[in-house]
């Protein structure tokens, strides 16, 4: 902490991605709120081209369907993270859910007890599968690609690589009720709900998905004039990146 104190006193313009973090620096180091910009991550470089073609291919590599709805949860397999309770409601989705629906969980365990939650449930439900390892980022590419809506039900964080990665690939996302996916469900990229409500917004997504108007529920995922604000050639010409690099 002495040495972020020491960095950060120096520094004339510190850069976070999001309100929660710009929050914590000023009230954890007192630090003068003039000089914490909150900016937004970037999109990541895409491995595929995004069109029906990829995604049907990346469903099909997986070892789904064209026609099934797929959830994912991606990432580091961490209690903080609400996959064990996700994990709950996808099975509850499930019990009064007639269509065809799909749970992918690709992730390194670091939490054990949430891993063998993960395998209990695979074991007794085919419609669940588990990569239990670190993923490639090919691997993450196409399991995004496949994903029809991506679950991030975190009970607590300040931010998410995964929800830009899912934003890059243009994939709806389910997100927790915490503030720092604010900026996600405002602009119309996420349903952001409580956790004891995932199940009800995976049946209103499966069923947008099987009548065709998912992508009216998320049109602003392919508006350019949405995305723009996101991609690295915009965001380093805007401020404080235009005064830092003049």
């Not at 992918?104 to 588990?130: L, Q, R, V």
């Not at 997100?175 to 995932?198: P, R, W, Y």
């Not at 995922?221 to 990146?241: Q, T």
């Amino acid at each position: 902490k002495r040495v972020q104190q020491e960095v950060y006193d120096i520094s004339d313009c510190i850069l976070v991605h999001s309100k929660p973090v710009k929050n914590q620096v000023i009230d954890l180091f007192n630090i003068n709120s003039t000089k914490v910009y909150v900016t937004p991550h970037g999109l990541y470089p895409i491995k595929y081209e995004l069109n029906a073609k990829n995604r049907n291919m990346a469903k099909e590599k997986i070892g789904y369907d064209d026609n099934d709805f797929v959830a994912s949860i991606v990432g580091r397999i961490r209690q903080y993270k609400g996959i064990d309770l996700a994990l709950s409601e996808f099975q509850n989705f499930q019990k009064k859910n007639t269509l065809s629906a799909k749970l992918i969980i690709a992730g390194f365990p670091d939490d054990k007890k949430i891993d063998e939650s993960i395998k209990k449930a695979t074991k007794y439900n085919s419609s669940i599968k588990y990569i239990d390892r670190e993923i490639t980022d090919i691997e993450l590419a196409e399991i995004l690609l496949a994903s029809d809506v991506c679950l991030l039900p975190y009970e607590k964080g300040t931010t998410s690589g995964v929800a830009y990665l899912s934003l890059s690939y243009r994939t709806p996302m389910i997100t927790s009720n915490i503030e720092c996916f604010d900026e996600f469900s405002e602009k119309g990229f996420s349903l952001k709900v409580d956790h004891k409500n995932i199940n009800t917004a995976l049946e209103y997504l499966c069923n947008a998905y099987f009548s065709n108007s998912l992508n009216t529920i998320f049109g602003n995922l392919n508006e350019k004039d949405s995305i723009n604000s996101y991609r690295w050639d915009y965001i380093v010409n805007s401020e404080p990146y235009k005064t830092i690099f003049s």
